[in-house]
C-alpha cells in the first residue's frame, strides 16, 4: 500500500513539475532561487542537484509562471515531546510531528526542553520517516528551589554537565516561580564559566520585566521571549544581543480569552498549513488548562510598541516558534510567529491615508481591541515585502547560523539542497511567506500536499 502511495505520488508530481522527483537528482528550470546576499529573489535559472547537493546554476529562459525557492528555515527552539494539546509526543504521533515542521518550510529545527533525543532520531532512521534535521540544546538551568518531578529534563541550578551528544547551547530558565530566582552574582559567573567552556548561555525571561534586565545587565548574548514594556537598554553596556521574541507562545494565551477570533484564525492557519488543517484543526479547545489563572497572562498589547520601536534589537532578531506549547503545533507555530511579525512590523495608522473600505483586514478584530495605533498587515501592502525580506533573513541567515545548519541558511552551488517551492512570490502574495508548495531536503522530495481529486475526500 505503502509503495502504491508513493508510486501514485511520483506519478502526480511528473505530471504537476516534472522536475521535482523522489530522487537525490533533479532539474529544475526557469526558477527564481533567494539571493542571501541581495535579500531578494535573483533571476531565472535553471538548477541542478546530485547526491543530495546543488550542483550548479545555469541561465535559465524568462517564463510567465516561473517557481520560486527559498533556502530551509530554521527554528531556533521547539519541543519535540509536547503535543500542543497539554500532553506528551507518542510514537503514532510522531510521524506527523516531523511532518507538521517540513510542511512549513523547515530544514533544522533546534530542540529544548526534551528528554534525550537519540532513540527518536534511531526511530527515524530505522522507520524511514521524513523528518527536518535537528539538534538538541544541553538542558535548561531551573531554580534549585522549584521541585523539578522531572529530573531528567532539567538541571537544578546553575550547576554545568555538559552531554557530548548535544550543542552548546546551554539555556538558563530565569522566571519560574515568585520571589525565586537567581542573583545577578551567580548569572554573571555561570555564564562567564559557560562561555570560557565554549558553550553559548541563553537566557530564558518568560515575558518578566525583572529577568530580562538581569539577563541584559550581566551580559547574555542571547535572550527569548518577549521584551516587556519599558525595559531600559541602557542599564547594560552590551546591546548587541541577539533576541528571539516568541510572541506566539504569549499571543495564544491571549486567545484563550476570545473564543470568536481563535475561531477565526484556526480557519487561517488551516489554509496556510495543511498537515494543521487534517490532523490538528479539530483537536484542541480553548478552554483553560486546570489551574491556570487567565489574570495572570500578560497582556499581549505590553510587548506591541517595544517591538515595533527597538530598532537595535530588531537588528539582530532570531527566530524561534516554541512549537510544544498549548496551542502551537509543528509549522503552524511557525506561521502564527511570522503573522505576528508582520501585523507588528507594518506602519502605524498614521503613516497611510486611504485604506480599502469595508476591509477591516484579519488583524483588526483582534488587535484593534488592543491599541488604534497598530496597523493591519492588508492595509500597507508597499511594506510588507520589505518586511518579509528581513523575516526571511531571519528564518535562514540569521538563526541557521545560530543552531549550526548544514547549509547556512542559503541556496548555493556546493551546499546542501535544502529549500521550499512556491507557486507565486511569497514577498508579495497576500498569503505572504505560507504557504509551501513543497519541501525539498538533502534533494528529497520530503514534503508535498496530499494530491486529490475534485469530488473525492480528502
Not at 529562459?61 to 525557492?69: E, F, G
Not at 534586565?213 to 535572550?223: N, Y
Amino acid at each position: 500500500m505503502k509503495n502504491r502511495r508513493l508510486l501514485f505520488l511520483s506519478l502526480f508530481l511528473s505530471a504537476f513539475a516534472p522536475t521535482i522527483l523522489l530522487s537525490q537528482n533533479l532539474k529544475m528550470k526557469s526558477v527564481r532561487i533567494w539571493d542571501s546576499e541581495k535579500a531578494n529573489f535573483g533571476g531565472f535559472v535553471d538548477l541542478e542537484v546530485a547526491q543530495g547537493k546543488v550542483i550548479s546554476f545555469r541561465e535559465g529562459t524568462p517564463v510567465s509562471n516561473p517557481k520560486y525557492l527559498l533556502p530551509g528555515f530554521c527554528d531556533a527552539s521547539v519541543t519535540l515531546g509536547a503535543n500542543a494539546r497539554g500532553g506528551k509526543t507518542n510514537r503514532d504521533e510522531l510521524p506527523t510531528y516531523l511532518s507538521g515542521y517540513l510542511a512549513a518550510g523547515f530544514s533544522h529545527i533546534e530542540s529544548v526542553g526534551d528528554p534525550n533525543l537519540t532513540q527518536v532520531q534511531n526511530e527515524i532512521t530505522k522507520s524511514k520517516w521524513f523528518s527536518p534535521i535537528f539538534t538538541q540544546s544541553q538542558k535548561p538551568a531551573l531554580y534549585s528551589e522549584i521541585a523539578i518531578g522531572q529530573s531528567s529534563l532539567y538541571h537544578s541550578g546553575l550547576g554545568l554537565v555538559p552531554d557530548p551528544k548535544r550543542n552548546r547551547h546551554l539555556p538558563i530558565f530565569l522566571k519560574e516561580v515568585e520571589n525565586r530566582g537567581f542573583s545577578q552574582t551567580e548569572l554573571y559567573a555561570k555564564r562567564r564559566e559557560g562561555e570560557e567552556k565554549g558553550y553559548l548561555p541563553v537566557a530564558y525571561t518568560f515575558s518578566d520585566k525583572t529577568s530580562w534586565e538581569d539577563a541584559l545587565d550581566t551580559g547574555f548574548a542571547v535572550i527569548f521571549h518577549p521584551m516587556p514594556a519599558g525595559t531600559n537598554l541602557y542599564r547594560t553596556q552590551k546591546r548587541d544581543f541577539r533576541w528571539a521574541p516568541m510572541l506566539s507562545v504569549l499571543y495564544i494565551q491571549n486567545l484563550k480569552s476570545n473564543p470568536e477570533v481563535w475561531k477565526e484564525e484556526i480557519e487561517v492557519w488551516s489554509k496556510l498549513h495543511s498537515v494543521f488543517g487534517a490532523r490538528w484543526k479539530d483537536s484542541f479547545s480553548i478552554e483553560s488548562e486546570p489551574g491556570e489563572d487567565s489574570d495572570s497572562v500578560p497582556n499581549f498589547s505590553e510587548y506591541q510598541s517595544t517591538f515595533q520601536t527597538e530598532a537595535e534589537a530588531r537588528k539582530n532578531l532570531l527566530f524561534a516558534s516554541g512549537a510544544g506549547h498549548f496551542g502551537l503545533f509543528p509549522g503552524q507555530a511557525a506561521i502564527v510567529e511570522v503573522r505576528l511579525w508582520e501585523a507588528l512590523l507594518t506602519k502605524k495608522w498614521g503613516e497611510r491615508t486611504s485604506a480599502p473600505i469595508g476591509k477591516p483586514g484579519f488583524w483588526a478584530s483582534f488587535f484593534g481591541s488592543f491599541s488604534p495605533n497598530l496597523q493591519t498587515t492588508n492595509l500597507d501592502p508597499e511594506t510588507l515585502p520589505q518586511i518579509r525580506r528581513e523575516i526571511l533573513q531571519t528564518l535562514t541567515l540569521k538563526t541557521c547560523s545560530f543552531v549550526g545548519a548544514d547549509h547556512e541558511g542559503k541556496i548555493r552551488v556546493g551546499g546542501p539542497a535544502h529549500f521550499s517551492v512556491h507557486n507565486e512570490n511569497p514577498l508579495k502574495r497576500p498569503s505572504g511567506i505560507f504557504p509551501i508548495e513543497s519541501m525539498v531536503l538533502g534533494g528529497k522530495l520530503v514534503y508535498t500536499p496530499k494530491p486529490t481529486k475534485e469530488g473525492t475526500a480528502k
